[in-house]
T-cell receptor, first 114, second 114 residues
């Protein structure tokens, strides 16, 4: 198993464009989380899935953000009409059943909105 | 509101000495506390955890102490090694529906000098 994989690693986009990120979790993990990290801060929770069900969304997640996890496998995070304030590292993590605090993180996708 | 705080942005320690990283929290509903380590260009990696029913947990060179009355936890690394140089994040999780949703501190950059 190669761990949690995120694609792309880097994304530069113009303000107003839409972007989509992908996360492939560790195969037997049933929970998948998205976090956002800005410079000098720790990761902030955005949303999480248990299998294909999205169970919680942070109030940080405006209506421009949407996440999916079809069939409980990979997940996508889409940001519509990007703003400069969306520039951050977007981290995906997955956890095994019953050990939900021991998250395995991917390397992240760094988004720069210009 | 910063529910988990790491007030020391950085710490410098000599190889072989003890490293002590501190973390304070405000939310009394947190039941699990964790430390994650992050190297540049990688996602955070789980290091050690402690539940609120314990006051100490040890794993090799790493020991986490929890003082619930003071809402304070610390990570001790003994002896420190140059490979321990990284950013250390303190994190906390509630139980029930919040179990697994992590709230992170801002991080402390640890530098261990040979």
């Amino acid at each position: 198993d190669t761990g949690v994989s995120q694609d792309p690693r880097h994304k530069i986009t113009k303000r107003g464009q839409n972007v989509t990120f992908r996360c492939d979790p560790i195969s037997e993990h049933n929970r998948l989380y998205w976090y956002r990290q800005t410079l000098g801060q720790g990761p902030e929770f955005l949303t999480y899935f248990q299998n294909e069900a999205q169970l919680e969304k942070s109030r940080l997640l405006s209506d421009r953000f949407s996440a999916e996890r079809p069939k409980g496998s990979f997940s996508t995070l889409e940001i519509q009409r990007t703003e400069q304030g969306d520039s951050a590292m977007y981290l995906c993590a997955s956890t095994p059943m019953g050990k939900y605090t021991e998250a395995f993180f991917g390397q992240g996708t760094r988004l720069t909105v210009v | 509101d910063q529910q988990v705080k790491q007030n020391s942005p950085s710490l410098s320690v000599q190889e072989g000495r003890i490293s002590i990283l501190n973390c304070d929290y405000t939310n009394s509903m947190f039941d699990y506390f964790l430390w994650y380590k992050k190297y540049p260009a990688e996602g955070p990696t789980f290091l050690i955890s402690i539940s609120s029913i314990k006051d100490k947990n040890e794993d090799g060179r790493f020991t986490v102490f929890l003082n619930k009355s003071a809402k304070h936890l610390s990570l001790h690394i003994v002896p420190s090694q140059p490979g321990d140089s990284a950013v250390y994040f303190c994190a906390a999780s509630g139980s029930g529906t919040s179990y697994g949703k992590l709230t992170f501190g801002q991080g402390t950059i640890l530098t261990v000098h040979p």
